[in-house]
């Protein structure tokens, strides 16, 4: 796949969807104007759940106020002459990974997105696998721990325990903590610089060394081998590719996560599986999309 334009923006959530929407196509008709040589066959629209992919709706997904049953195939379509798909966002990675990335040459295969929430992306036998009604693949959701951080509105889940978010919080506990007993944090100041404390932040702390940090970090692998267990036992697939924090810092997870599989998953299952972080990286997003589109075309000329 080649890339040919990008053009990003911010969502302003607070302006409503249709400032969203406008945007996205009026880039678009940019991008497809400028572009000679090419037709448009069709277009591809990754965006966090709930979604009724089949039909085309955003259901008021919670990162997006207001977006309340916005028929947004139908909108594209109409604007840009061409057949429009949609799918989650977990899905479309799982898509792009499995075509172009980490994933390829497998026949089943899970992705974890691993950032700001968790969620996983399914291709069993070689297709995607949504489930019922879009609702396939929302690990994140999966309790892990009687008490944990909180994620997915859920104590103790698999999102609590790994996702930029969760991460975030379980600083905050470990660390208010131990303010509260009078130790001293080396990359926290005071509570204003904790309530600003990104898991960025915190990974450069615990990649120079910092014990607090680690034992943070150690705690969010833990679980991830947990999650990941599960996944192995019920699926049995080749490989699972974990995105965004796994990507970015992969040696702060492997080898507690690792052994967290061997004790728990099953070991023919286990043995079966590899655990890699994404190879498309930061650029997955992009991928992710042209990927729902490729996809849609496919099924769509069956």
Known sequence: MKILDRIQFSTETIRGP???????????????????????????????????????????????????NIHITKIVQDELNAPAFLQNDANACALAEWHYGA??????????TFGTGMGAGLILNGKLYTGTNDSAGEIGHVRLAKNGPIGYNKNGSFEGFCSGAGIKRLAENIISEKMDNGKKVSFIKNRDELQKLTAKELAEAANAGDGTALKIFQ????????G???????INPERIVVGSIF????????????????????????????????????????YASLSVALNGKQLQEL
């Open 18 to 68: 249709e400032f969203a929407i406008n945007n996205l196509l009026k880039h678009a008709s940019t991008i497809v104007g400028k572009i000679s040589g090419y037709t448009l066959a069709a277009i591809g629209i990754s965006c966090g759940g709930p979604l009724n992919t089949k039909k085309g709706f955003i259901l008021s997904p919670p990162n997006l106020p207001g977006w309340d």
């Open 103 to 112: 994933g390829k040459g497998t026949n089943n295969m899970v992705f974890l």
């Open 247 to 286: 990507y970015r810092y992969p040696d702060l997870f492997k080898s507690i996560c690792n052994d967290i599989i061997k004790k728990e998953a099953l070991e023919s299952a286990a043995n079966a599986c590899e655990i890699v972080p994404s190879a498309l990286g930061e650029s997955i997003g992009d």
């Open 219 to 226: 705690i969010s692998a833990k679980y991830l081998g947990m």
């Open 228 to 234: 990941i267990s599960i996944l192995i036992d019920i």
